[in-house]
């Protein structure tokens, strides 16, 4: 079946626009997660929607960042006022969720964001 | 708090010598445990998990990892590295039931074989 798709693939901007990435997770899969990651280092996570329950916000850095998921489903993350240190691969990832505890999370290939 | 530490940024192993990549954790309740793997420009590809039974592991690519309770580790193992497994390794953790049952990741580990 399909994997998780991200879109777009590659995003450039200018400092201060806004930008909304795009995550369609594996059907069927009730978590979903949006990470990111600068330059081939560590994940950095941002927020956590696991069915119907309020997201975990925790990890996102500041206001300008927020994330909707309609109907279970799709996924946008939003990133208003771009700064340059925004810059990074925004990924996604889904799983199910068994016996209370998240299963193996399957993630999208990831959308490039520069700011400039 | 719940965490997962990778103590080693780096990792250099010469071919065809045994490797381990270490994970330790701290959870509450009987965590899932996975590995990741990160091939250059590449996406996160699920390698192999801990869920429950034997505590040795077997997943893709000859690697395999141990889970020891009592030491909260779970170290990625391979007998023989090849040059195709230098790559950023990544250990997670998703706790035990619960209602805040998100992954963690560790801060990941670069791997680098040489020929």
């Known amino acids: 079946g399909a994997g998780v798709s991200q879109s777009p693939s590659n995003k450039v901007t200018e400092k201060g626009k806004d930008v909304e990435l795009r995550c369609d997770p594996i059907s069927g899969h009730t978590a979903l997660y949006w990470y990111r990651q600068s330059l081939g280092q560590g994940l950095e996570f941002l927020i956590y929607f696991q069915g119907n329950s309020a997201p975990d916000k925790s990890g996102l850095p500041s206001d300008r960042f927020s994330a909707e998921r309609t109907g279970g489903s799709v996924s946008t993350l939003t990133i208003q006022r771009t700064q340059q240190e925004d810059s990074a691969v925004y990924l996604c990832?889904?799983?199910?969720?068994?016996?209370?505890?998240?299963?193996?999370?399957?993630f999208g290939p990831g959308t490039r964001l520069t700011v400039l | 708090a719940q965490s997962v530490a990778q103590p080693e940024d780096q990792v250099n192993v010469a071919e065809g010598n045994p490797l381990t990549v270490k994970c330790t954790y701290s959870?509450?309740?009987?965590?899932?445990l996975f590995w990741y793997v990160q091939y250059p420009n590449r996406g996160l590809q699920f390698l192999l998990k801990?869920?429950?039974?034997?505590?040795l592991v077997k997943g893709s690519y000859g690697f395999e990892a141990e889970f020891n309770k009592s030491q909260t580790s779970f170290h990625l193992k391979k007998p023989s590295a090849l040059v195709s497994d230098s790559a950023l390794y990544f250990c997670a953790v998703s706790p035990g039931k619960s209602s805040a049952s998100k992954i963690i990741f560790g801060s990941g580990t670069r791997l680098s074989i040489r020929p």
């Open positions: 990832a889904s799983s199910l969720v068994t016996s209370g505890s998240t299963d193996t999370q399957y």
């Open positions: 801990y869920i429950t039974g034997d505590n």
């Open positions: 959870v509450s309740g009987n965590p899932y």
